[in-house]
């Protein structure tokens, strides 16, 4: 009998440290929660990419983009793309490069409209690609990115 009272006592005792070991991780669980939680409760932004609306217009292939700042919606206090003004003429092949972080791909989103830049324009043609339907834009703009093997 005194070494079964022994025995349960201590597999209580070491499930009830295991339960207070496991109680931070329920705290860090139910902190990411509320932080994604919060990401989904967000407002839209001004970009509806679900929308018919917008210019469906014929395009030449000009593209530039004017004076253009960026900065990431998570890192919003690490500027990425600085006063940024390129020309590129139809049918014209160029090269961005760069070290990783510096907003490469992020030029090509922008022109696809899946960022929006912080100040500055991006155009096509003779028209700002937020006046362009998505869908029809992401159709006529198409860009080939190489990937290091």
Excluded: C, W
């Amino acid at each position: 009998m005194f070494f079964r009272v022994v025995l349960l006592t201590q597999f209580g005792a070491n499930f009830i440290s295991q339960l207070i070991a496991s109680v931070s991780d329920l705290t860090r669980a139910r902190v990411a929660s509320e932080n994604i939680l919060s990401v989904m409760n967000e407002p839209p932004t001004d970009m509806d990419n679900l929308t018919d609306e917008g210019l469906r217009p014929k395009v030449i292939g000009r593209i530039s983009l004017q004076n253009v700042e960026f900065r990431y919606p998570s890192r919003p206090i690490v500027p990425i793309l600085k006063n940024l003004t390129i020309q590129v003429a139809p049918g014209q092949s160029i090269a961005i490069v760069g070290p990783s972080g510096s907003g490469k791909s992020s030029i090509i989103s922008m022109f696809h409209r899946m960022y929006t830049p912080t100040s500055g324009q991006v155009m096509l043609d003779n028209y700002n690609v937020k006046s362009i339907n998505p869908n029809y834009l992401r159709r006529v703009v198409v860009s080939v990115s190489q990937e290091p093997k």
